[in-house]
C-alpha cells in the first residue's frame, strides 16, 4: 500500500505562489505516475496535473498551463506543484494521486489519494 501526504497548502494573495508536496511511503512511488486534483467548494474534484514515473512527459489542464509546474524526486519518494501567478479561483482542497500504470487524467484511474491540503487565494 502507498500512503501519500500532501503540504505545503495554506493562504495566499493573488498574483503570489506555493509549492505543494506530496510525501509518498510504504513503497516507492518511482515506477508510479502521479497527479494532482483540486476540488473547490461546491465542485467536482478536478484534474490539475500529471507526471510520468521518470519525470519526462507531463500533462496540464488549460486552467494551470503556464503557471502550475508538476514535479517529482524519485530519491525522496516525493511530488511537487508549483503553483505561479495564483488566482482566486485557483482555491481549493488539493489532492495528491497515484497510480501504476501512466499518466491520465480522469479520477477513476487512480489508485492511491492523500487527504489533501487548502489552498486559498485572496483577491
Known amino acids: 500500500q502507498v500512503q501519500l501526504v500532501e503540504s505545503g497548502g495554506g493562504l495566499v494573495q493573488a498574483g503570489g505562489s506555493l509549492r505543494l508536496s506530496c510525501a509518498a511511503s510504504?513503497?516507492?512511488?518511482?515506477?508510479?505516475?502521479m497527479g494532482w486534483f483540486r476540488q473547490a467548494p461546491g465542485k467536482e474534484r478536478e484534474f490539475v496535473a500529471t507526471?510520468?514515473?521518470?519525470?519526462?512527459?507531463?500533462i496540464y489542464a488549460d486552467s494551470v498551463k503556464g503557471r502550475f509546474t508538476i514535479s517529482r524526486d524519485n530519491a525522496k519518494n516525493t511530488v511537487y506543484l508549483q503553483m505561479n501567478s495564483l488566482k482566486p479561483e485557483d482555491t481549493a482542497v488539493y489532492y495528491c494521486?497515484?497510480?501504476?500504470?501512466?499518466?491520465?487524467?480522469?479520477?477513476?484511474?487512480?489508485?492511491?489519494w492523500g487527504q489533501g491540503t487548502q489552498v486559498t487565494v485572496s483577491s
Open positions: 494521486a497515484g497510480r501504476v500504470l501512466g499518466v491520465a487524467y480522469a479520477i477513476s484511474l487512480y489508485d492511491y
Open positions: 510504504g513503497r516507492s512511488i518511482s515506477s508510479y505516475a
Open positions: 507526471i510520468n514515473w521518470s519525470g519526462i512527459s507531463t
